[in-house]
């Protein structure tokens, strides 16, 4: 069974940047997506590759600010976020889908527990 664990969330000043990772056990190379959910909101799209061509793609309010790439042989997953904003306070999940493109949250199947991303002013 494919698990997942995030880490490298925390506290940031807005202009800075955080890098969360996303550890994939007995993965099986499908794609990999990163969402949030800020309090009171749905889960939403962030980012997602697709393992075996690296294939990226974006949720358009982070698109030149963060970037998705993939270590193979660690099997992990980052988000590198840059020039945080205030409204880019969440807990960030990852999770695995056997499809691509797959930008909507029920197209995965397993998530990881989140990791708290809070941007201050």
């Known amino acids: 069974q494919v698990q997942l664990e995030e880490s490298g969330g925390g506290l940031v000043q807005a202009g800075g940047s955080l890098r969360l990772s996303c550890v994939v056990s007995a993965f099986r190379g499908y794609t990999v997506g990163w969402f949030r959910q800020a309090p009171g909101k749905e889960r939403e799209f962030v980012a997602t590759?697709?393992?075996?061509?690296?294939?990226?793609d974006y949720a358009y309010s982070v698109k030149d600010r963060f970037t998705i790439s993939r270590d193979s042989a660690g099997n992990t997953v980052y988000l590198e976020m840059n020039n945080l904003k205030l409204e880019d306070t969440a807990v960030y999940y990852c999770?695995?889908?056997?499809?691509?493109?797959?930008?909507?949250?029920?197209?995965?199947?397993?998530w990881g527990q989140g990791t708290q991303v809070t941007v201050s002013s």
């Open positions: 999770a695995t889908s056997p499809l691509w493109p797959a930008r909507d949250k029920s197209q995965y199947y397993e």
């Open positions: 590759i697709r393992w075996t061509t690296g294939l990226s």
